[in-house]
């Protein structure tokens, strides 16, 4: 299974020079293509005064049959009005996780001209570079490498970096693992929108795994107004942030405003991504998002996503729609179709499944 020709057609990308290291690298003179004011100022940023606090999930919870219920209602609750939730006791294993983590970080430590061995190459989907621009040009403040794991068939050995030697067998390790993870989730979150699990599992068994890892440098100028990634929802199934550092940066837009996520050490970031939120027929909620560097301090994590269909189609649960008998709010769509569409908005800052709304 090879990278589909809409993914490679559709992804902006640019490579990333010895200037753009030299920027990252002492932030005294940026660049103007890194320069977003406008952006980084739209909307109130919660400040550290407000008391709240991104709901947090615990996986032994959800497992012990005495607390189960309660835990499987706070995942509800998270789904329907965050969209975002903090996964805690998640059961992947620490030498797993340290591992990748370690991997991660050789890999950005590397010099350029060993990162660019992997770089994107004409006008693929996965390597190292710039991904993701938007149509205006503006490049995101970051270094990423972005590769399809899953299923084993659809992997492209030569984009996966070979130094540090130990990346290959480490993400092999972590993409099984979480996939577990996020299969281990879907069943919990069926049990809380009331239907069997195979329905809502059925839907992501034997499709696309992919992963992103990201280096957001530190910017030391803060009156120089950049981003980290653009303001987005996730389009695929369901989205596995691992932090590699308790540095901050993620912000999730709701109410009109961002929220900086607090990273709680050792917890996964989990997200409601597009198609879930269709498959849900927009009962779990993809929410936009964001990342601003830190002044001081880089930001490094490994992301995995889930993608998911029902017989080739991006369209709500027929179990679920049976189940509390209400119409469909998303007209269905196929998954090429979707893919294709959701990149084009990624790329013109607008949100696809809005366009399937009924």
Known sequence: MKTPTYIEKLVNWHEITDAAVSAFS????????????????????????ERYELPVID?????????????????GAACRNWGFFQLTNHGVEEAVIK?????????????????????????GFEGFGHHYSRANDKLDWAESVILLTQPVE????????????????????YSVETRNLAFQLLSFMAADLGIEKEALQGAF?????????????PCRQPEKK???ITPHTDGLGLTLLLHVDDTPGLQIRKDGRWFPVRPLPGAFVINIAGILDVLTNGAYRSV??????????????????????VEGMVTPLPELL???????????????EYVKGNFRALADGTRFIDSLKI
Not at 29 to 49: A, F, H, S
Not at 205 to 217: D, E, V
Not at 288 to 309: C, N, W
């Open 26 to 49: 002492d932030s005294a003179q940026i660049p103007e293509k890194y320069i977003r004011t406008e952006e980084v100022l739209d909307g109130v940023v919660v400040g550290e005064d």
């Open 59 to 75: 996986m032994c919870r959800l497992l012990d049959p005495e607390f189960s219920a309660m835990e499987i209602q706070k995942l």
């Open 99 to 123: 591992e990748m983590k370690d991997s991660t970080v050789q890999f950005f430590s590397l010099p350029l001209e060993s990162k660019r061995i992997v770089s994107v190459r004409d006008n």
């Open 154 to 173: 659809a992997r492209n050995m030569e984009m996966w970096p070979r130094d540090p030697p130990t990346f290959k067998n480490a993400l092999d390790k």
């Open 205 to 217: 068994t034997g499709k696309r795994q992919s992963m992103a890892i990201h280096y957001y440098p």
């Open 226 to 228: 950049v981003i980290g």
């Open 288 to 309: 936009e998002h964001r990342v601003i560097p830190d002044t001081e301090r880089g930001r490094t994590t490994v992301v995995l996503f889930q993608e998911a269909d």
């Open 322 to 336: 049976m189940k509390v008998g209400g119409q469909p709010r998303y007209r269905s769509i196929e998954l090429d």
